[in-house]
């Protein structure tokens, strides 16, 4: 007997491949695609709408790195390590800063680079200052900083590159160490860009779904997301009775049929930054050709969530009109920690350190 969720990635694409519907026609009429009357109230979705991101950060890695800075006279920048991750509730994220990183030269290049950063590591460029006091008008980001972090927020959205939350979010550090006789503060100044664009969702009647092997993997107890451990995401289109076809993200019909929404599966509620996420590429997506919008500018948006036996349908309004441009956004955090000068012995180690220290990040004005 065939089964009914794929094991791999090549099963996967043979097993929920549309080909052989054919021929495939979109409505004649691109008007009252589906019905727009709410069924609930609307809510909106952004990175740190419901609550800020969360920055945790280990004892250990702040003393290891100003440690590092009084030894090298350069004061040369190095990098902060850790990894970011959407919160239980899923209101928010939590990037938490557990490993120092000296950094390396790397040949042709005209920035220095971690030495050990692994893939999925959240990556925080920091420049430290151990030598006397320093002004508390610290500028973290310059301007050759914040194009940087522009066109890369830009590319990631923009692009084909697997979606990661963790990548809107671009961050740097500056850290200052001040000693008096047995105590030393450490002022920490973080600056975050993101994108400050919003979408307005709201929840509409449910949309008729044609059966294919896909959707009804997303609707069994076994779906792609339980197997692989991970939410999974991709497109919407419809055909010409005004059902919806389900697209992976990497079949190639999405970049040829005209599209009018996105799924998701493995997401607990709307309001997932992982939702805003792919809202955003879909939007922004420079391989999409065709996006029909409804009469409001709204597209649809099908959640299959792990708390709902039947898919949640939404209709999904871009706040800043059809056709946006990105926008950014500036999170900023502030905080000085007092500490002792000598900790006890093996007060670097996570298990007997006095914990890590919490912030949260605040849109700058």
Same mark, same amino acid.
């Given at each position: ?27 004649? +009429? ?146 200052? +160490? ?54 999974? /995401? ?15 993200? +990497? ?30 590429? /879909? ?11 409804? @009469? ?20 999904? &309004? ?11 956004? &500036?999170?900023?955090?502030? @905080? ?16 007997? +350190? ?12």
């Amino acid at each position: 007997m065939e089964p009914t969720y794929p094991l791999t990635g090549t099963q996967m694409s043979t097993r929920f491949s549309s080909s052989r519907m054919v021929p495939f026609y979109f409505p004649p +009429s691109k008007c009252a695609l589906w019905n727009p009357v709410p069924i609930g109230d609307y809510i909106y979705l952004h990175l740190n709408y419901h609550r800020n991101p969360k920055l945790v950060v280990t004892e250990k890695t702040i003393r290891l790195a100003c440690r590092h800075a009084k030894q090298n006279k350069e004061n040369l920048p190095c990098f902060l390590l850790g990894s970011l991750t959407v919160d239980e509730d899923e209101e928010s994220v939590t990037l938490t800063i557990d490993r120092f990183d000296p950094g390396r030269e790397v040949p042709e290049c005209l920035e220095r680079t971690p030495t050990a950063s692994l893939p999925g590591d959240f990556v925080i460029p920091c420049k430290i200052h151990t030598q006397g006091l320093c002004s508390r008008e610290i500028i973290v980001h310059n301007a050759d900083d914040f194009n940087l972090a522009f066109k890369a927020l830009q590319h990631h959205v923009c692009s084909k590159d697997s979606l990661d939350c963790g990548k809107l979010l671009s961050l740097r550090a500056h850290i200052t +160490s001040r000693e008096s006789l047995d105590t030393v503060d450490f002022d920490l100044d973080w600056a975050a860009v993101t994108l400050a664009n919003t979408f307005k969702c709201t929840p509409v009647k449910p949309i008729p779904i044609i059966p294919t092997a896909l959707a009804r993997n997303l609707s069994s107890n076994l779906n792609i997301s339980q197997v692989q451990g991970t939410y999974k /995401y991709g497109y919407l289109t419809m055909d010409e009775t005004r059902k919806l076809l389900l697209l992976l993200e +990497s079949d190639p019909k999405v970049y040829s049929l005209p599209l009018v929404g996105i799924w998701l599966s493995g997401i607990i509620h709307i309001y997932s930054p992982q939702v805003w996420t792919c809202c955003l590429r /879909y939007v922004f997506s420079s391989s999409i050709q065709e996006r029909v919008f409804s @009469e409001s500018g709204s597209f649809i948006i099908v959640l299959y969530s792990v708390t709902h036996k039947d898919p949640e349908f939404y209709e999904c &309004l871009p706040c800043d009109g059809r056709s946006p441009d990105l926008r950014f956004q &500036l999170l900023t955090s502030k @905080e000085t920690l007092h500490l002792f000068k000598n900790p006890p012995a093996n007060a670097g180690d996570m298990g007997s +350190s006095p914990g890590p220290r919490r912030s949260h990040m605040l849109p700058s004005n």
